[in-house]
């Protein structure tokens, strides 16, 4: 069967990763067992409990699905491909698919006094996923991957946000020992703002 794309396989292969990651987001997201509670009163506390497991699980959601769009996206301006460009997509998925992890913890400990951890790992993720953002855009440019000069022009914009991402993320990381909680809602409105950015921004 003939490809009607270089990039195609790499494109399904990713998709997958993705569709995974955000199925896997979901998994813990659960009540009590039935027999701790014994009525309606007690349901609707421990609904009620799940609250940050259940923002977490919206948070990560929005994450991975913002991440799909950029890539099918950044995916459509580039015309062939190359081993950095492959490998660098490879790390890129590396920080989608650990995204689980850093999820649960922070939706069970983000409202305790413990909640550094969580919150630092999880911001150290998106550092990583920042950089897998950068270097995609680094190997579209340095092998003349782009289809023509406007693609190219966007993939250097957004090699630029991806500097601006991993400086904002590496600060929450530190930032996140001291003030978890306060770093936790910082994190929501970094990914509400790319996600109003997107949504404004005119596809290519």
């Given at each position: 069967m003939t490809e009607t794309h270089p990039n195609a396989r790499l494109e399904a292969f990713c998709d997958g990763v993705f569709a995974?990651?955000?199925t896997l987001l979901v998994i813990d997201v659960k009540l009590p067992a039935t027999e701790l509670i014994g009525s309606t009163a007690g349901l609707w506390l421990a609904i009620r409990h799940t609250g940050p497991a259940i923002g977490a699980f919206v948070l990560s959601f929005t994450i991975?699905?913002?991440?799909?769009?950029?890539?099918?996206?950044?995916?459509?301006l580039v015309a062939r491909s190359s081993s950095s460009f492959i490998?660098?997509?490879?790390l890129l998925l590396l920080s989608v698919v650990f995204l689980p992890f850093p999820t649960a913890l922070l939706g069970e400990?983000?409202?305790?006094?413990?909640?550094?951890?969580?919150?630092?790992?999880?911001?150290?993720?998106l550092v990583l996923q920042a950089l897998g953002w950068l270097l995609i855009c680094q190997a579209v440019l340095s092998n003349d991957l782009a289809r023509s000069e406007r693609?190219?022009?966007?993939?250097?914009?957004?090699?630029?946000?991806?500097?601006?991402?991993?400086?904002l993320y590496s600060l929450c990381v530190v930032?996140?020992?001291?003030?978890?909680?306060t770093i936790a809602a910082f994190t929501v409105v970094i990914w509400c703002f790319w996600?109003?950015?997107?949504?404004?921004?005119?596809p290519e």
């Open positions: 995974i990651a955000a991975i699905f913002i991440t799909w769009v950029n890539h099918h996206a950044t995916l459509k490998y660098a997509n490879g400990y983000v409202m305790t006094d413990h909640a550094a951890p969580a919150v630092v790992l999880y911001n150290a993720v693609a190219a022009a966007q993939i250097r914009r957004n090699g630029r946000y991806g500097y601006v991402a991993i400086a930032l996140g020992l001291q003030f978890p909680r996600l109003v950015l997107g949504i404004s921004m005119k």
